[in-house]
């Protein structure tokens, strides 16, 4: 059965006569009335996916050691806008403030700002940090610019719309959405002139220009701010063919085109493209998530805890495999940083760290 934002998506293409993947991503993820990310909480259990603060408190732990020790390699200035994009249930910066608490005068300058644009979720962050008082923004755009910045995104970029493209014998074409019959469907759109890798036809290129917006904004904002940002997801480290656009539903593979507005949508994140976007800031060794963790001391974290809590050791060491292991979350899972430029190369990322 067609869902209401079917039709919505339907009678826009009935007008339109097609939408671009890019399009069709913004209307069933950003709806304001049915959009996926403004109806519920889709994290948990009860939800369609979980993610890594939702694994265990030691991810945001590992994340709040390593801004703190970037606040003291700033000269621990009086105010720093600490700052997360798409902060779920608030999990990971109240992990992360916990952590960072152990170094003193940190939650002092800390000023806690969310963006966020589902109101589910922000009712579910304003419980979780009732007690530091975030101010939330829509988008980047807003964020205090008058203080140094410490930015964390985890699992915020791979959900911003991105643009496909179908090389054809001569020429590259936009492949949008259309209506066939009853159904929708992708198919070849117009000509376009993009750049992008060598190609043969019918390969898939991929141009998420919204999150390369999203990160020449932070870039900005750090060369103007001084600070830095850390960029959690995952991804492929160079440009490269493939169609990577996939849907998720109580916490299986979905058909994208099924049950629109009801299922996640995300994109592998083309790391390339967002490190080049940054500039002027610079763009530290990209990392995959098992090995910074491992660098910021997550197994011995994971030891400490598992002594304290002896009757938790085994769910402990589970969730900390899941979080490192090449086998789970810890390769496909890449970490960039981005700071300003002469910014020295902050914990973890130097070539011979881990």
């Not at 826009?12 to 109806?39: C, K, N, Q």
């Not at 265990?56 to 105010?79: C, D, N, T």
């Not at 970029?157 to 949008?176: C, F, M, N, S």
Request: with cysteine.
């Amino acid at each position: 059965m067609i869902t209401p934002l079917g039709l919505i998506l339907r009678e826009r293409i009935r007008r339109t006569g097609s939408v671009t993947v890019a399009e069709f991503m913004e209307l069933a993820l950003g709806h304001p009335d049915y959009g996926y990310y403004r109806r519920k909480d889709p994290l948990g259990v009860a939800g369609d996916f979980t993610t890594a603060p939702e694994i265990s408190q030691m991810f945001g732990e590992m994340i709040g050691l390593w801004l703190a020790v970037v606040w003291e390699m700033l000269g621990e200035p009086s105010r720093v806008i600490l700052a997360e994009a798409g902060p779920g249930r608030g999990t990971l910066m109240a992990d992360i403030l916990r952590a960072a608490a152990m170094v003193p005068g940190f939650l002092a300058a800390a000023e806690v700002h969310l963006v966020e644009t589902s109101p589910a979720l922000r009712a579910k962050q304003a419980v979780t940090l009732k007690d530091v008082q975030p101010v939330w923004h829509d988008d980047l755009s807003s964020l205090p610019g008058d203080a140094p910045l410490l930015m964390v995104a985890n699992e915020f970029l791979d959900a911003l719309p991105i643009h496909q493209y179908v090389r054809g014998k001569t020429h590259w074409h936009e492949r949008v959405l259309v209506q066939e019959g009853k159904d929708f469907a992708f198919v070849t759109g117009p000509v376009v002139e993009i750049k992008a890798p060598p190609a043969r036809e019918g390969d898939i290129f991929e141009i998420g220009q919204a999150a390369r917006e999203v990160t020449a904004q932070i870039g900005q904002k750090l060369q103007a701010q001084g600070g830095a940002a850390l960029l959690i997801d995952y991804g492929h480290e160079f440009s490269a063919m493939g169609e990577t656009l996939q849907a998720v539903r109580q916490h299986a593979f979905a058909p994208v085109l099924e049950k629109i507005g009801e299922s996640d949508l995300t994109t592998h994140i083309d790391f390339q493209a967002i490190a080049e976007a940054a500039r002027p800031a610079r763009a530290q060794l990209l990392l995959t998530q098992g090995r910074f963790l491992r660098a910021m001391g997550i197994e011995l974290r994971a030891e400490r805890l598992s002594r304290a809590q002896p009757d938790k050791a085994n769910d402990i060491a589970i969730a900390c495999r899941r979080l490192i292991d090449a086998a789970e979350m810890g390769t496909l899972f890449k970490v960039l940083a981005l700071t300003h430029s002469d910014l020295p190369i902050p914990p973890g990322f130097a070539a011979d760290d881990a």
